[in-house]
């Protein structure tokens, strides 16, 4: 069983009933996860990326084709996928610490007070918020509010941490050491990760294979990348490493180039001129 792969998607497609007929967000999304593993999934919007994670989180149910987590399938939403959203999602009446002993006491019944103060404490240390415990969210940053719900998250001990453009809120030097802070959990607890991203640096840095997604509709894998890049990896060492820019540009060439789906600004101005032409010709 040592060939099993921990988590499959196998000729995933999902359809979504409009007016004018079902509509094919995804079709034939193929992929095997191995356990441990940080996954980037990229493309452009409305490609069907959240499409994927909530299909695997188990909030969507696919049309066609599934997903298997150490040989259950997934059918329902369950405490081994854990989702980190953009929004935090932290109940605003509850201090840090309570929103995450929230989480462990819903999904860590066994566990005595004793058992459960410690873990809840254990993970706020994970993600460096043991001062804010007792803050309400209103009362701490948009970065600090985003590793409580990392935290949450982590507590509820998943086998797989879904994040869906986790840092997409946030100013670039909070986003960095956020980055950071993932790196350094994942490299101490070995989880399965699967991150939505638009920042192609942030796939790089941080992931051992990027996905990369074709346009929609009937939006599929395109290209999959490994990221060959020793660990731990430091963001100003590699500015500069010919292997990370190969990287970088390899999924910036299959973004805006393969998939290029955003008009120029001349090819912009020229459309709206002919329009405009048009217009006139009509008038006239």
């Avoid at 356990?35 to 069907?48: N, P, Q």
């Avoid at 929004?87 to 819903?106: F, M």
């Avoid at 709206?272 to 006239?284: G, I, R, S």
Wanted: charged content about 25%; proline content about 5%; glycine content about 6%.
């Amino acid at each position: 069983m040592k060939n099993t792969p921990h988590l499959e998607l196998t000729q995933v497609g999902i359809d979504f009933p409009t007016p004018k007929g079902p509509f094919t967000a995804l079709q034939n999304v193929n992929l095997k996860i191995k356990k441990g593993e940080f996954i980037s999934l990229i493309g452009h919007s409305g490609c069907g990326k959240s499409t994927v994670l909530n299909i695997v989180a188990g909030l969507y149910q696919a049309t066609t084709g599934g997903v298997i987590l150490d040989s259950k399938e997934v059918n329902e939403p369950g405490p081994e996928r854990a989702v980190v959203f953009q929004n935090h999602s932290l109940l605003p009446w509850l201090s840090a610490y309570k929103n995450v002993e929230l989480a462990v006491k819903q999904t860590q019944k066994g566990r005595s007070k004793k058992e459960i103060k410690e873990w809840v404490e254990h993970n706020l240390e994970l993600v460096h918020m043991s001062h804010a415990a007792d803050k309400l969210p209103a009362e701490i940053s948009g970065g600090m509010k985003q590793r409580v719900g990392i935290a949450r998250a982590l507590a509820m001990e998943p086998k797989v941490l879904l994040m869906d453009e986790p840092f997409g809120a946030l100013d670039a030097l909070t986003r960095a050491h956020l980055q950071d802070s993932v790196m350094e959990i994942h490299a101490e607890l070995g989880n399965t990760v699967i991150m939505i991203t638009h920042d192609v640096d942030e796939a790089v840095l941080l992931s051992d294979r990027i996905v990369m997604m074709t346009n929609g509709p009937e939006a599929t894998i395109g290209e999959i990348l490994p990221i060959e890049l020793e660990r731990p990896r430091n963001r100003i060492a590699l500015a500069d490493d010919p292997k990370y820019n190969h990287y970088r540009s390899e999924v910036l060439k299959f973004l805006y180039e393969k998939q290029r789906k955003v008009e120029s600004v001349s090819e912009h101005k020229a459309k709206k001129v002919q329009d405009k032409n048009t217009k006139e010709t009509d008038v006239a």
